[in-house]
């Protein structure tokens, strides 16, 4: 084995330690393949304009963030304990802004049934509840493609491990990207191929070659 393919398999055998986002970026997700353990960090502190609380899709007029608001929090609040606000309904208009920008997908009537009653029923009082709903539901569709644990403290390095929780700022995890092989999005005609969106983009873009295309 050479030197360079023997430091991939190491790594592969590290657990990749990551922020629970929403409806994580096609980066972020596809870090996890290949690792024997992904750790979701809860006692990390949560950041203003990170992925913890809001994704991106591809809507007919260009790229929509969708955000969860969430209560007043203290500057070193865990992410575990960061509260959601229903002061609105803000599930009912992620749901349809979901609707607006993928109803034309090819995969979208063959998977929206796995979201349609979380985003009208369920309701839980922590971001990282909702996150790890939608994230279990992903992997559900996806085969079960990773095996996931939680962190039990805070704590500042992981040096064992494959440390990847700053990929939560959208800065950062930008950096990360060297190349991204296009798939057919439904407003590329309009607006072009936009790289990185949530894999919820990718899902219902490529439905059950979705791995296929993370794992390239």
């Not at 939680?150 to 929780?165: C, G, N």
């Amino acid at each position: 084995m050479e030197p360079s393919e023997a430091a991939a398999s190491v790594k592969q055998e590290q657990a990749v330690i990551l922020p629970l986002a929403y409806l994580p970026p096609l980066q972020y997700f596809r870090s996890m393949l290949g690792h024997k353990q992904v750790i979701f960090d809860l006692y990390e502190h949560f950041h203003k304009q990170y992925y913890y609380n809001r994704c991106l899709i591809a809507g007919p007029n260009g790229v929509l963030k969708l955000t969860i608001p969430i209560h007043h929090r203290h500057k070193r609040t865990a992410i575990k304990d960061v509260r959601i606000s229903y002061e609105y309904d803000w599930q009912t208009l992620h749901w349809r802004s979901l609707e607006a920008a993928y109803r034309r997908s090819p995969y979208f009537e063959f998977y929206e049934h796995y979201f349609i009653k979380t985003f009208s029923d369920f309701k839980p009082e922590f971001l990282f509840e909702w996150n790890m709903k939608l994230f279990e539901i992903l992997n559900t569709i996806l085969g079960n493609v990773v095996d996931v644990s939680f962190t039990t403290e805070y704590v500042e390095s992981y040096p064992e491990s494959v440390d990847l929780r700053t990929w939560a700022a959208p800065n950062i995890l930008a950096k990360q990207i060297s190349s991204t092989e296009k798939y057919q999005q439904v407003f590329e005609e309009r607006q072009g191929f936009i790289s990185n969106l949530s894999i919820i983009d990718l899902l219902f873009c490529e439905g059950p070659h979705t791995v296929e295309y993370l794992k390239k």
